[in-house]
Each structure stands twice: as C-alpha cells, then as structure tokens.
C-alpha cells in the first residue's frame, strides 16, 4: 500500500511556473507507476503524466506535452510535475496516483491509490 501527500500548488499569473510534487510512504514504492491526474470544477477527472517505475518511460496529455515534465526519486520516495507556461484552463486540483506495476495507463481506473490533490489556479 503507498500513501501520497501532494504539494507545490497555488495562484499564479498565466505564463508562469510551478513545481508540484508528490511525497509517498510505503513499501516498493520503486514498483509502482505513478501518475499525474486533475479535475476541475464540473469536470471529469482527466490525466496529466504518468512515469513508469524507473523513470525511463514518460507519458504526458496532449494538452501539456512540451509544458510539464515529470520525474521521480525512487530513493526519495518522490514523485514531481514541474510545469512551465501554464495556462487558466489548467486551473484544477492536482492529484498523485500510484498503480503497482510496470504500465503506465492512462485511465483514473487504472491507479489504486490517490493522494488528496493540491489546487493550483492560474488566472489570466
């Protein structure tokens, strides 16, 4: 079972950066996929990221591909989602995901456990 804490969000003006980041507790953390999810108001659950169990496999929505970049510290027990350039309609809370097991899905079904998200609002 893995526990995640996430941090790293708040208001900013559209165009600049935030570094959120997901603390885990745990056994084999390095077994787990992790994942970047948000949800905004009225709105489905959508993926972000997603990184494999190494960090050599990144995955990324459409929408913030050249944006965000995510990486993890297996040591650390750490999971990160630097975003650049960030826009009002990425306004959403942020949640941390973790899946056991080498793929990375893009699916919120997919993810077993969650974290209880951080609220970044970018306004314009």
């Known amino acids: 079972q893995v526990q995640m804490v996430e941090s790293g969000g708040g208001l900013v003006q559209a165009g600049a950066s935030l570094s959120l980041s997901c603390a885990a507790s745990?056994?084999?953390?390095?077994?787990?996929?992790m994942g970047w999810f948000r949800q905004a108001p009225g709105k489905e659950r959508e993926f972000v990221s997603g990184i494999n169990w190494s960090g050599g496999m990144t995955y990324y929505a459409d929408s913030v591909k050249g944006r965000f970049t995510i990486s993890r510290d297996n040591v650390k027990k750490m999971v990160y989602l630097q975003m650049n350039s960030l826009k009002p309609e990425d306004t959403a809370v942020y949640l941390c995901?973790?899946?056991?097991?080498?793929?990375?899905?893009?699916?919120?079904?997919?993810?077993?456990?969650w974290g209880q998200g951080t609220q970044v609002t970018v306004s314009s």
């Open positions: 745990g056994r084999r953390f390095s077994s787990y996929t």
């Open positions: 995901a973790a899946k056991f097991g080498i793929s990375v899905p893009t699916m919120s079904q997919a993810y077993d456990y």
